[in-house]
C-alpha cells in the first residue's frame, strides 16, 4: 500500500541562517524561521528577491546556499529520503507533459510514491470543477486550466508538507478560495504548508509572513580592497 498523511502527525521543520546565492552574491538576508505541524508561511519580497531560488534550495533541489535546514531536526542535506517522502513541491513551471492526458500527468506523479487511484484523481479533477478533462491531452487546455491540473496533485498525494510556488498564478476567484480551503483543511489534519505569492492572502488561518530583505553588500569585498 502506498504511504499516507498520518492524521495529526507531528513534524517540525526548522530553517536557520539561511542565505542563498546567485553568482557568489547572496540574494537576501540570513533569514531563520520554525514550522510546526499545522503551520503555514508565506514568503514575500520583490520581482528577483530570490523567492524561487529559496523554495528550491528548500526542497533540496539546489545547495546554493549556506546555513541549514532541519526536517524532524536531521539536516535535509544528509538525511533527505524521509523528507522527500513527505514533501511536495509545486513549482512556478507546473510540471506537465502536454502530449499525455489529465490522468496520465497525474497517474505519473502519484505513481511515483503511492498506489495507483484512479478514483482519487477523479475527486481531484471534480472538486476543481476540470472532472470533464479526464482523458483531454494537458496541452488542449487553457493557462487556467493548466493549474488547476496541477493544483490536484495536493489531493492525489497526500503528504505532510505542501511547498507552493505562486500557486495562485492564471486561478480566477473560484480556484483561489478552493485552495485556501483546501489549504486550511490540510492544516487542521496536521499539515504544514510553505507559500510564495504577489497576491494578499487571506483565507488561510494562521498564515505567518516572511519578507525576504535585500541582502547587505560589502562593496570591498566585490572589489577588492587595495
Known amino acids: 500500500m502506498g504511504?499516507?498523511?498520518i492524521k495529526k502527525s507531528t513534524n517540525s521543520l526548522k530553517v536557520e541562517n539561511l542565505s542563498v546565492f546567485r553568482s557568489e552574491l547572496p540574494l537576501f538576508e540570513a533569514i531563520s524561521f520554525e514550522l510546526n505541524s499545522g503551520d503555514a508561511i508565506q514568503i514575500g519580497g520583490t520581482n528577483g528577491s530570490g523567492k524561487t531560488s529559496f523554495l528550491r534550495c528548500l526542497?533540496?533541489?539546489?545547495?546554493r546556499y549556506e546555513g541549514s535546514i532541519y526536517w524532524n531536526n536531521d539536516d535535509i542535506s544528509e538525511h533527505s529520503e524521509d523528507y522527500y517522502a513527505?514533501?511536495?513541491?509545486?513549482?512556478?513551471?507546473?510540471?506537465?507533459?502536454?502530449?499525455?492526458?489529465?490522468?496520465?500527468?497525474?497517474s505519473?506523479?502519484?505513481?511515483?510514491?503511492?498506489d495507483k487511484d484512479e478514483s482519487?484523481?477523479?475527486?481531484?479533477?471534480?472538486?476543481?470543477?476540470i472532472g470533464a478533462y479526464f482523458d483531454e491531452m494537458v496541452g488542449n487546455l487553457s493557462a487556467g486550466q493548466k493549474r488547476r491540473?496541477?493544483?490536484?496533485?495536493?489531493i492525489c498525494e497526500p503528504v505532510d508538507i505542501w511547498i507552493?510556488?505562486?500557486?495562485?498564478?492564471?486561478?480566477?476567484?473560484?480556484?483561489?478560495?478552493?485552495l485556501e480551503n483546501e489549504c486550511n483543511k490540510h492544516l487542521v489534519d496536521g499539515g504544514m504548508i510553505v507559500l510564495t505569492s504577489h497576491q494578499t492572502i487571506e483565507g488561510i488561518d494562521g498564515l505567518k509572513i516572511l519578507q525576504l530583505q535585500d541582502a547587505k553588500l560589502d562593496i570591498s569585498e566585490l572589489v577588492g580592497e587595495n
Not at 514533501?87 to 497525474?106: A, D, F, I
Not at 505519473?108 to 503511492?114: D, V
Not at 482519487?120 to 470543477?129: D, G, P, T, V
Not at 507552493?164 to 478552493?178: K, R, T
Open 3 to 5: 504511504r499516507v498523511l
Open 59 to 63: 526542497c533540496d533541489l539546489s545547495r
Open 86 to 106: 513527505r514533501m511536495l513541491y509545486l513549482g512556478h513551471s507546473l510540471g506537465l507533459k502536454p502530449k499525455l492526458t489529465v490522468q496520465q500527468n497525474l
Open 108 to 114: 505519473f506523479y502519484q505513481e511515483l510514491r503511492f
Open 120 to 129: 482519487l484523481i477523479e475527486k481531484a479533477l471534480n472538486q476543481l470543477k
Open 149 to 154: 491540473v496541477a493544483l490536484a496533485r495536493i
Open 164 to 178: 507552493l510556488d505562486e500557486p495562485m498564478v492564471a486561478l480566477d476567484l473560484e480556484g483561489q478560495i478552493w
